[in-house]
DNA sequence: TTAACCGGGCTCTGCCATTAAA
DNA sequence: TTTAATGGCAGAGCCCGGTTAA
């Protein structure tokens, strides 16, 4: 897609005034005020009609009054767009509403990203249009949208979002990736593409270091499997790679198949809340007479130990051991700590009221759906009749 | 048939600081 | 000097079910 040039943007501004008179619900309530004086850049040039500089825009506090926004929230987060004298809310209300955005929905957004209303709507059109070529409707779109404006509204620059786009099927991801990537992580497409480029060529370098083979590889691996990974800063996750080295010992072709496995789960973590909870899992284990081999045994089968936080990591060993199950066990089968403490609690009080012996059958029970343990306790109450 | 393995779905924004342009 | 754009940070898991192996 082309830059849009200067002119047709200026002429894709459905300024207020123009886009007063096709809008539905929500121009209705406007009809019985006067009309905002958002779009009163005198075309005359006449100054006198402006707002004075650092007053805020009486006409489009109105404005944003009618849409149900949050002006304090508007005040305090850019309080420079309420002194603007050219604004867009009713044609961003028009646009969004068009695709299915409730008037709540719409106020949210404009209350949680007002330079929202900066916006052209040529440049929404635009930037629509490449958000759709990832997602099958619009209300996926709205539903982000309502989640995390910003992602949206923030960059002005359609050339770069599409060079975004562009860059990263270079890497080889998927569709689904991208899908996946833009639902969850709606901030790496509004990064410049400098930026993007230089988290992958920090994957890559981490590669090469580690004697990888194929660092394009290794980026795409690392990319699709932890999708927050691009709106990380390259600190953070060189800063991670260094410290989980030094920490588990680890030689170079072991860290790298941590990396591009499970262990890429993990690489966004600040550096300072896996460290914290590094060093706690240690300590805890080492009370409880574990040695460093069982210590890095687990972290390495199951690297997203290191994601719990120390007090619901504890307080999930704690429930474990009590309920008769040892830290041989748990080593052996650590993706049972990835449900819930009171998950955890319910389901061996249930097992222990059928007499269920952990040593003898394993804790792999524990590790099931929701549906597959009801099946097993019914069939466990029934051998007991 | 059952247990175990394993991958995947859901999810993650809102704020502050810095920089560059106007 | 002000403002828009952009970079960076803190925060902190749970669950399901398809496939494969026994």
């Not at 200026?10 to 121009?27: E, K, N, V």
């Not at 958002?38 to 100054?47: A, E, I, K, Y």
């Not at 069982?294 to 120390?310: A, N, R, T």
Request: net charge positive; hydrophobic share 35%.
């Amino acid at each position: 897609m082309a830059m849009v040039p200067r002119l047709r943007t200026l002429l894709g501004l459905h300024w207020s005034l123009a886009s007063q008179h096709s809008f539905g619900p929500i121009t209705e309530r406007l009809t019985s005020v006067r009309l905002p004086r958002t779009l009163c850049s005198d075309p005359t040039g006449n100054d006198k009609l402006k707002p004075p500089v650092n007053t805020e825009n009486e006409s489009l506090l109105e404005s944003l009054n009618l849409l149900g926004v949050d002006v304090k929230m508007v005040r305090k987060r850019q309080p420079g767009v309420l002194r603007k004298t050219s604004t867009n809310e009713n044609g961003l209300a028009q646009f969004l509403q068009n695709k299915g955005a409730s008037c709540r929905v719409i106020a949210s957004i404009i209350s949680r990203y007002p330079r929202a209303i900066m916006r052209s709507i040529e440049h929404l059109d635009q930037r629509w249009d490449l958000w759709r070529n990832i997602f099958k409707t619009d209300s996926e779109i709205v539903t982000i949208l309502e989640r995390s404006p910003e992602s949206f509204f923030r960059s002005c620059d359609n050339g770069n979002l599409e060079k975004n786009i562009a860059f990263l099927i270079s890497l080889g991801l998927s569709t689904k990736d991208l899908h996946r990537m833009l639902t969850t992580a709606p901030r790496t497409f509004s990064n410049s593409l400098e930026l993007n480029k230089q988290m992958v060529k920090c994957l890559e370098d981490i590669c090469v270091e580690l004697g990888g083979k194929n660092p394009e590889q290794f980026a795409k691996a690392v990319i699709s499997q932890n999708v927050y990974i691009l709106i990380r800063s390259t600190k953070r996750v060189r800063t991670n790679v260094v410290n989980l080295r030094t920490s588990l010992k680890m030689g170079d072709s072991e860290l790298l198949a941590l990396l591009q496995g499970p262990g890429a789960e993990i690489l966004d973590l600040s550096n300072e809340y896996l460290k914290k909870n590094f060093n706690g899992l240690q300590q805890k284990m080492a009370s409880l007479g574990c040695h460093k081999d069982v210590i890095k045994k687990l972290i390495i089968s199951y690297p997203m130990v290191l994601y719990i936080g120390l007090t619901t990591l504890s307080s999930k060993l704690d429930c474990l051991l009590k309920g008769g199950i040892t830290m041989q066990q748990i080593v052996d089968k650590p993706k049972v700590l990835e449900y819930s403490t009171a998950n955890i609690t319910g389901r061996i009080e249930e097992l222990q009221r059928l007499g269920y012996d952990f040593q003898k059958n394993g804790i792999s029970i524990l590790d099931s759906s929701k549906k597959r343990f009801a099946a097993k306790i019914e069939k466990l109450a029934a051998l007991q009749d």
